[in-house]
Structure formats: C-alpha cells, structure tokens
C-alpha cells in the first residue's frame, strides 16, 4: 500500500478520474453529431446551388438522403448515387441499392436492402430501410 494514500483518497482519486473520462465522452459524441449536422447543412447548400429549380422541402430531403413518392430521378440521383441495378418490372423501373456484405472466408458481396420503384421520371413507392445504406449522419 501506497504510505500517505488511504482508501478514501483513492476511491476520491478513481471518482475524478471517471468524471473526466464521462466528459471527454460526451464532448467527443457532441462533436460528432455537430460535425454530421454541419455536412447535412453544406450538402444542402451544395445541392441547392447545382438545383436552384428546386424547392427547399426537396433540397433538405435529398441532402438528408431521404426517398420519397414524387421525386424525379435525378432527385433519387442525387440523394443516394448510383443505383446497383436497373431493372423493369411491368410498367415499373426498379432501382436497386445495396451494402456490402462479408460471407464465409472473406468474400464481400452485395446485399440489397432499398428498392426504388418509378413509373416514367417519378418515385412511386419505395421498399426496404435506407437506413441500411448507412447514410445516417454523413454527407
């Protein structure tokens, strides 16, 4: 045992040493939701600037990467990129997106998780998560 230090300074010691380690958490979780929100932000300006046609509504919701009923396919361009495939299902165009996915011994393939349905240049419906994609917090 350390001579001088007592049980309750150490205990005292630990306490201050783990609020501190609690805070860095928490101002380094902050900054990354703040920096997230400042893409989103700057993506939309971007957007904005390349789409002036456009209406804000649709401005946040592509640069959000978000999908809905009623966007042209340059929107869904814009929002998710280049789809997988494209693929025609009656009257309907489906655009397909995938994410990587690792198998047994190392072999990555792709996995699709969204579907985006058109009919002429406008989303009729959308299937699957998006959120899959992994385009939550980023640019």
């Given at each position: 045992?350390?001579?001088g230090v007592t049980d309750g300074k150490r205990k005292e010691n630990l306490g201050?040493?783990?609020?501190?380690?609690?805070?860095?958490?928490?101002?380094?979780?902050?900054?990354?939701?703040?920096?997230?929100?400042?893409?989103?932000?700057?993506?939309?300006?971007?957007?904005?600037?390349?789409?002036?046609?456009?209406?804000?509504?649709?401005?946040?919701?592509?640069?959000a990467r978000k999908v809905s009923s009623g966007m042209t396919k340059q929107m869904?361009?814009?929002?998710?990129?280049?789809?997988?495939?494209?693929?025609?299902?009656?009257?309907?165009?489906?655009?397909?997106?995938?994410?990587?996915?690792?198998?047994?011994?190392?072999?990555?393939?792709r996995r699709p998780v969204f579907w985006v349905y058109f009919k002429g240049e406008?989303?009729?419906?959308?299937?699957?998560?998006?959120?899959?994609?992994?385009?939550?917090?980023?640019?």
């Amino acid at each position: 045992m350390e001579e001088g230090v007592t049980d309750g300074k150490r205990k005292e010691n630990l306490g201050v040493k783990m609020k501190m380690i609690k805070n860095v958490l928490i101002l380094v979780l902050l900054s990354t939701f703040v920096v997230g929100c400042g893409l989103k932000g700057r993506r939309a300006e971007i957007i904005h600037s390349q789409y002036p046609e456009w209406d804000q509504a649709t401005v946040q919701a592509v640069a959000a990467r978000k999908v809905s009923s009623g966007m042209t396919k340059q929107m869904v361009m814009e929002a998710l990129g280049n789809p997988d495939s494209i693929n025609q299902e009656g009257d309907e165009e489906k655009w397909t997106y995938g994410i990587n996915k690792e198998r047994d011994m190392g072999a990555v393939v792709r996995r699709p998780v969204f579907w985006v349905y058109f009919k002429g240049e406008k989303v009729v419906r959308t299937e699957g998560n998006w959120k899959k994609l992994g385009y939550t917090f980023y640019g």
